[in-house]
């Protein structure tokens, strides 16, 4: 049950297949795109500065799917039958935590590479960033999921849930880029284990969100 589960949320969430999945990344890579136009060609200040670009575009990027993370399930009543089935909240948030980290993650990362062509970051500075992302986006794949469980019964859950995330992944965010400013691994070191922690919290906290909703 699980195997096909999983296959259908990849299909929901994967870019380009489900609707509005690869807005996340063209989002990210417009950012890296428009920020050198809006600063100038100085290659010394695109370096200083393009680290920290590409991560505050990932974290505005993770704001874009969490609308359809849970919301349209919910009112289409999946839980409800995985539950008739025998399927906790746990489990099933869990494997959603993994697919929709595989349709955000991977590309984002990948993205990065002509990201960072357009923004001068090479050598060391883009293998900080990429091991920084990698350590990082897990993390944001696991707040956008307790979010979006959290507030899919509000009137304004969309809107809600964009304002909750930037604070909450500020952590990620100060680490992830401080990395950069710092060159140092140990800061990469504490987003792996901040994102660790979110994915170990993640599905619990999400499946009490699911079942919240059903009870109210």
């Known amino acids: 049950m ?5 296959r259908r949320d990849l299909v929901q969430f994967f870019p380009f297949t489900g609707s509005g ?7 990210f890579l417009a950012v890296a795109m428009l920020y050198p136009f809006a ?5 010394n200040l695109l370096a200083r500065t393009g680290g920290g670009v590409v991560w505050i575009a990932a ?21 409800d039958q995985l539950r008739l089935r025998g399927m906790a909240e746990e489990i099933v948030m869990a494997v959603r935590l993994l697919a929709h980290w595989l349709s955000f993650g991977p590309p984002l990362i990948l993205a990065t590479f002509p990201a960072a062509a357009l923004l001068n970051l ?9 091991l920084g992302l990698l350590a990082g986006t897990p ?12 507030t899919a019964s509000l009137r304004a859950g969309a809107a809600l849930s964009g304002l909750l995330l930037i604070p909450l992944a500020l952590p990620i965010l100060i ?7 710092r060159n140092d691994f140990a800061s990469i070191g504490f987003t792996g284990a901040i994102s660790l922690g979110l994915i170990a919290l993640a599905p619990f906290a999400s ?3 699911i079942r919240a909703s059903r009870e109210g």
């Not at 999945?21 to 989002?27: G, I």
């Not at 993390?139 to 959290?150: D, F, K, N, P, R």
């Not at 680490?175 to 400013?181: E, K, R, S």
């Open 39 to 43: 600063v100038g060609p100085d290659a």
């Open 2 to 6: 699980i195997g096909p589960l999983l």
């Open 175 to 181: 680490f992830g880029a401080g990395a950069l400013a």
């Open 139 to 150: 993390g944001l794949a696991a707040i956008g999921l307790i979010i979006a469980s959290v």
């Open 59 to 79: 974290l505005l990027a993770a704001i874009l799917p969490l609308d359809r993370l849970v919301a349209r399930d919910i009112e289409l009543g999946v839980f």
């Open 207 to 209: 499946g009490a969100a």
């Open 122 to 130: 090479e050598g060391e500075a883009l293998r900080l960033l990429l």
């Open 21 to 27: 999945a690869a807005l996340p990344l063209l989002f």
